[in-house]
Nanobody, 118 residues
């Protein structure tokens, strides 16, 4: 049974940093895309960042230069380093894995709350 468990969320002041972690279990995802999404209150879930095999990374424009996604295939982990946080980054952050090359993400974590105070 595949499980994704996020950790590292919390309350931080604007300009601060947090590092989110996602532990995957149940199978190996070294060749899969792993990503982070977020959902703010009253808004739809949105893409934040993703990493594919080979080290290719993608970011939504609003976090470029501030967030960094990374992965440790040996540990089946994916991370999101978030620097210079802004109040608009406040959301529940979800880890997700896509097994196929394209299409929807197949597995999702339960989410971790990130709150940025002004």
């Amino acid at each position: 049974q595949v499980q994704l468990v996020e950790s590292g969320g919390g309350l931080v002041q604007a300009g601060g940093s947090l590092r989110l972690s996602c532990a995957a279990s149940g199978r190996t995802f070294s060749s899969s895309a792993m990503g982070w999404f977020r959902q703010a209150p009253g808004k739809e879930r949105e893409f934040v960042a993703a990493t594919r095999s080979g080290g290719i990374t993608y970011y939504t424009d609003s976090v470029k230069g501030r967030f960094t996604i990374s992965r440790d295939n040996a540990k089946n982990m994916v991370y999101l380093q978030m620097n210079n946080l802004k109040p608009e980054d406040t959301a529940v952050y979800y880890c997700a894995v896509r097994v196929g090359v394209f299409g929807e993400y197949d597995y999702w974590g339960q989410g971790t709350q990130v709150t940025v105070s002004s």
